[in-house]
T-cell receptor, first 113, second 115 residues
Framework: DAGVIQSPRHEVTEMGQEVTLRCKPI?????LFWYRQTMMRGLELLIY????????DSGMPEDRFSAKMPNASFSTLKIQPSEPRDSAVYFC???????????FGPGTRLTVT | QQQVKQSPQSLIVQKGGISIINCAYE??????FPWYQQFPGKGPALLIA?????SEKKEGRFTISFNKSAKQFSLHIMDSQPGDSATYFC??????????????FGKGTHLIIQP
């Protein structure tokens, strides 16, 4: 298996622009997690899905952030409008029901100028 | 409120020595405690994990020690090698009823193994 796939790997955008991050979980996994990593706050859970349904979005920082999972093999995290403080590395991870092990993707490094 | 506290922030160990990283948690509902290893530019990779029904788990050179009453757990790396130089994160999660909830991470420990 190719593991969790994220795109793009790097994104540079200007403040106010819309940003869309993409994730393809490992085939057969039915849990999908979005995390954000910054120097100041470390690794934080943003939202997670089970069988494409959002279960806990309490970590989403504000209404500018939204996430969707239209099918079992694809998820997006959207920021609109983006702000410089959104600059971070965003990770997607997946696991399957009954197993706690989460497998992380390589991340998307977002820079908002 | 930081639910998982990790120490030290950074650690330098000589090759062949033992690296020890400690974590403490507050939420008694946590029932899964993994350790992740992260190299620069990469995503975190699961290293080893433990459930609270055992006090120790060993996989190769890596050992987790778990103290439920003290709400503490630690990672021991025996015979530390330069290739172990990375950032290590402890984490914890609860049981959502079928799989784990999202992970709550410690702030990380930057480990350097000197040759």
């Amino acid at each position: 298996d190719a593991g969790v796939i994220q795109s793009p790997r790097h994104e540079v955008t200007e403040m106010g622009q819309e940003v869309t991050l993409r994730c393809k979980p490992i085939s057969g996994h039915d849990y999908l997690f979005w995390y954000r990593q910054t120097m100041m706050r470390g690794l934080e859970l943003l939202i997670y899905f089970n069988n494409n349904v959002p279960i806990d979005d309490s970590g989403m920082p504000e209404d500018r952030f939204s996430a969707k999972m239209p099918n079992a093999s694809f998820s997006t995290l959207k920021i609109q409008p983006s702000e410089p403080r959104d600059s971070a590395v965003y990770f997607c991870a997946s696991s399957f029901d009954g197993n706690y092990e989460q497998y992380f993707g390589p991340g998307t490094r977002l820079t908002v100028t | 409120q930081q639910q998982v506290k990790q120490s030290p922030q950074s650690l330098i160990v000589q090759k062949g020595g033992i690296s020890i990283i400690n974590c403490a948690y507050e939420n008694t509902a946590f029932d899964y405690f993994p350790w992740y290893q992260q190299f620069p530019g990469k995503g975190p990779a699961l290293l080893i994990a433990i459930r609270p029904d055992v006090s120790e788990k060993k996989e190769g050179r890596f050992t987790i020690s778990f103290n439920k009453s003290a709400k503490q757990f630690s990672l021991h790396i025996m015979d530390s090698q330069p290739g172990d130089s990375a950032t290590y994160f402890c984490a914890a999660s609860t049981d959502s009823g079928g799989g784990a909830d999202g992970l709550t991470f410690g702030k990380g420990t930057h480990l350097i193994i000197q040759p």
